[in-house]
Antibody
Framework: EVQLVESGGGLVQPGRSLRLSCTAS????????MHWVRQVPGQGLEWVSG????????GYADSVKGRFTLSRDNAKNSVYLHMTSLRAEDTALYYC???????????????WGQGTMVTVSS | DIQMTQSPSSLSASVGDRVTITCRAS??????LNWYQQKPGKAPKLLIH???SLESGVPSRFSGSGSGPDFTLTISSLQPEDFATYYC?????????FGGGTKVEIK
């Protein structure tokens, strides 16, 4: 089955760290760029970060730059978002998404996971 | 950063109505404009990429057009399953910004 499964969310105190994982199945993972998009419940979508198929290019939203690090392990069909210095405003549902085209970067998001919730609160 | 301004933020329509949603980019994005549909409790679903290319399996009542800075999503005859929130997104340059969303509700 073609799918993305996120994990690692939870309740964390401000200033602490958390690592989100997204594991893919059903397609050739190392052919595709991957992204994280977050959504505060009841609000809109915000792109967080994206990584090319070969990890050669990584981009971040200004709101997370310097605090979040995106990486991937193609041998494990997984992408990881390491979040540090977490703030209340990072509270959101975090979606993993795959791009539409192979061997591209910055294209439409063809496939999405169901998301993992991150709550930053003391 | 490229700002995407979507309008309206919400609309009420009846089954069978023609619905148009607009997205304006703050700078040139060529044709790199995508549309997503999101239903409550679900992940977004890609409807249209590259301004006007319909994703496989998406009904033909959905169409996209535009040439910058204004882009349009049109639903030619609204169906019950189309009541949802729609988002535009530019994939021209990072950060890959989304519009604020348009909630399509039942009149």
């Amino acid at each position: 089955e073609v799918q993305l499964v996120e994990s690692g969310g939870g309740l964390v105190q401000p200033g602490r760290s958390l690592r989100l994982s997204c594991t893919a199945s059903g397609f050739t993972f190392d052919d595709y760029a991957m992204h994280w998009v977050r959504q505060v419940p009841g609000q809109g979508l915000e792109w967080v970060s994206g990584i090319s198929w070969n990890s050669g290019s990584i981009g971040y939203a200004d709101s997370v730059k310097g605090r979040f690090t995106l990486s991937r392990d193609n041998a494990k069909n997984s992408v990881y978002l390491h979040m540090t210095s977490l703030r209340a405003e990072d509270t959101a549902l975090y979606y993993c998404a795959r791009e539409r085209q192979q061997l591209a970067l910055y294209d439409a998001f063809h496939m999405w996971g169901q998301g993992t919730m991150v709550t930053v609160s003391s | 950063d490229i700002q995407m301004t979507q309008s309206p933020s919400s609309l009420s329509a009846s089954v069978g109505d023609r619905v148009t949603i607009t997205c304006r980019a703050s700078q040139s994005i060529s044709i790199h404009l995508n549309w997503y549909q999101q239903k409550p409790g679900k992940a977004p679903k890609l409807l249209i990429h590259g301004t006007s290319s319909l994703e496989s399996g998406v009904p033909s009542r959905f169409s996209g057009s535009g040439s910058g800075p204004d882009f349009t999503l049109t639903i030619s005859s609204l169906q019950p399953e189309d009541f949802a929130t729609y988002y535009c997104q530019q994939s021209y340059n990072p950060p890959l910004t989304f519009g604020g969303g348009t909630k399509v509700e039942i009149k």
